[in-house]
């Protein structure tokens, strides 16, 4: 079982992903999402082996728009980062969950 406890991570961000919660069909009622993945890797998700560590963010979080703007930033300009991601699974099963992310 994994629990919300935060844990940090520091790195550049490798690459970044959007898609709807439900990809396989188009709806655009669906709730989006962005994955994104970090330089040295993060630890495999809630223990499914066969994903690459990233962390999750649904639209819905109060500050999606925040970290989308800071993550690309972050990529482009090839900046290091601070994140804080949650040890838990609860937005999609493969990702660990966003805590948060500075930019040191």
Known sequence: MYF?????HTGTISKVTFFGGDWGTYNESDDAVMVFYMSPSLPSPCGVSAYDGRIVIGVKHPLYD?????????KMSGSTVDVTYLTSCTKRYNSWDFGYIALP
């Open 4 to 8: 919300s406890a935060p844990t940090g």
């Open 66 to 74: 925040s970290v989308v703007s800071t993550v690309l930033a972050a």
